[in-house]
């Protein structure tokens, strides 16, 4: 038996570690910076001329700043499950946006990057927006919370539960809400209203804005909510600090995890409603509520970079931003958003934005900054979130694990600026579940059933009856279907869909 056990010891070490040493030394730092809700066109790298985004612009001269990368779906929850879990969202019917009290979506025993870093033997951590559920079916606040990310492969958490503008309106670190007071113990109901606080719909006067549609529930923070909570008084947010909170959160993160290799999910609340930015952000812009949001989540990516230069980690720290969807103007608050966009376009002409079957919907600012082992460039390659979990995992040298990540794909060409082609396709996912596939060229959407604009947010969604193909080489902004004449292509897609579908 003897001289077996060193030889399996050092079997094991091969499959579980890929650094030469044997030891997890060596492999690169993760910082994945993940905004809420901003577009294509919001970013000065990305062609604004009418906001000024310099730290973000820095990050893309010393990186690799794509132009075709694309989130996998036109909200939230979806994109993060599949970013977390490297599935298709569409393969399952819950994964849509959740309300503030919805269950864990991903349960425990789900392969997540995550997981599967941690096993590589980094520290695990989230800040920021979790919007995946958390707990079982009727969570109670005051007590343990999970299952939730410490189940599915983070060593730490600080969240954001749901959404800014979603209750409960209170920070989870852990298993815990942060600076709960037991005797003053939180409620939420998402369908009948509870206790007897003011509502948006009741005390508008007391309101920093008005909501413009919806949120017009509980006030918290001089803010109406969608969804109704009582009590946890001095447990709830102050939305004007909450990105201050969270630099803080990750800063102490990285600061911790400095002499090992880490990896932080830093998932902001900007550039999401309610746009209430720190006072030193207030009117810097020129934009307003949403510019000045803008402004607060460049200094955000700022203050990761000085950190990282501080802990002297720059040079092997894969530093990434992106978004989880596409663009909105107004979003559900009468923060004077679309009276002060003066000329800012927030989708760089893309049609649609968040919750879109077109490309406004999900194709997303994407920047990957590795000083070690990335030269700085601009890449065309057609790129998705969907594949950072194999990436993530290949790079870390671990194998996707069985059953794990079924539909990412390792894009390291892509990423390293050695493919500058990408995948074959990605499939769009709107916010009603229609699906589109995008090649280099072409892009067909489904028919379906569904309104073509969404009044309130005046977004065109996609929808029609009948399918729709563009030719996105000579017609990026999708203004001519061109189904009838290109017949061959449409049925080559939509058997391409179903293909996928399938699997
Ligand atoms: C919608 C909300 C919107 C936003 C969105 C989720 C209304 C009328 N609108 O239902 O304001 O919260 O959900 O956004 O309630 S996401 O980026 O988290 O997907
Ligand atoms: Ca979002």
């Known amino acids: 038996m003897k001289p077996l056990i ?15 040493s044997g030891a997890p030394a060596g492999l690169p730092n993760i910082v994945l910076i993940y905004a809420d809700d901003l577009g294509y066109g919001d970013l000065s790298c990305y062609g604004a001329t009418k906001i000024q985004t310099p730290n973000i612009d820095r990050l893309a001269s010393q990186g690799r700043r794509f132009t075709h990368a694309h989130a996998t779906s036109a909200t939230c929850t979806p994109s993060r499950y599949a970013l977390l879990t490297g599935s298709y969202p569409w393969r399952r019917s819950d994964a849509k946006i959740l309300p503030g009290n919805a269950p864990a979506l991903i349960t425990p025993g789900t392969p997540t990057i995550a997981s599967v870093l941690k096993s590589a ?14 707990g079982d079916n009727d969570l109670d606040w005051n007590g343990d919370i999970k299952p939730g990310p410490l189940e599915i492969g983070f060593d730490s958490c600080f969240l954001l539960p749901a959404t800014g503008d979603r209750v409960p309106c209170v920070y ?56 109704y909570m009582t009590g946890g008084q001095a447990a709830r947010w102050v939305d004007e600090v ?186 769009e996912h709107a916010a009603n579940g229609r699906l589109g596939v995008r090649t280099a060229k072409w892009k067909y959407i489904e028919a379906g059933p569904g309104p073509a604009m969404n009044p309130n947010t005046e977004t065109e969604l996609g929808n029609s009856e009948s399918p729709q193909l563009y030719n996105l080489e000579t017609d990026p902004a999708e203004t001519r279907n061109v189904a009838a004449s290109e017949a061959a292509t449409l049925e080559e897609l939509k058997s391409l869909l179903a293909r996928i579908r399938g699997k």
Do not use: C
């Open 6 to 20: 060193p030889f399996l010891l050092s079997l094991s070490a091969l499959l579980v570690s890929p650094a030469t």
């Open 121 to 134: 033997g980094y520290a695990t951590g989230v800040v920021g927006k979790w919007h995946l559920g958390l």
């Open 172 to 227: 989870v670190e852990n298993h815990r809400v942060v600076g709960l007071d037991p005797n003053d113990p939180i409620r939420v109901s998402y369908g009948k209203p509870i206790g007897s606080e003011p509502t948006g719909r009741a005390n508008p006067e007391l309101l920093k804005y008005r909501p413009s549609h919806g949120h017009d529930m509980t006030i918290v923070n001089g803010i109406s909510r969608i969804g």
């Open 242 to 427: 909450m990105a201050d909170v969270f630099a803080m959160r990750a800063d102490d993160f990285m600061e911790r995890h400095r002499s090992e290799p880490f990896f932080l999910f830093y998932s902001t609340h900007d550039i999401h409603v309610p746009r209430m930015p720190h006072p030193r952000f207030a009117g810097k812009s020129g934009l307003g509520f949403r510019g000045d949001a803008i402004l607060q989540f460049d200094w955000t990516v700022g203050k990761v970079m000085a950190t990282l230069d501080r802990l002297g980690l720059t040079e092997n720290t894969i530093l990434i931003i992106s978004s989880d969807n596409g663009p909105v103007v107004d979003d559900g608050y009468e923060d004077g958003a679309k009276a002060k966009l003066g000329g800012h376009t927030p989708a760089d002409g893309l049609r649609g934005g968040k919750y879109s079957a077109f490309e406004g919907g999900t194709r997303v600012p994407l920047i990957i900054r590795w000083p070690a082992r990335i030269q700085p460039g601009v890449s065309p390659a057609l790129v998705s979130q969907l594949d950072i979990p194999a990436t993530f995992a290949a790079l870390a040298g671990q194998r996707a694990p069985i059953g794990g990540f079924p539909d990412s794909r390792n894009a390291s060409g892509a990423w390293f600026g050695n493919d500058a082609r990408g995948r074959e396709h990605v499939i």
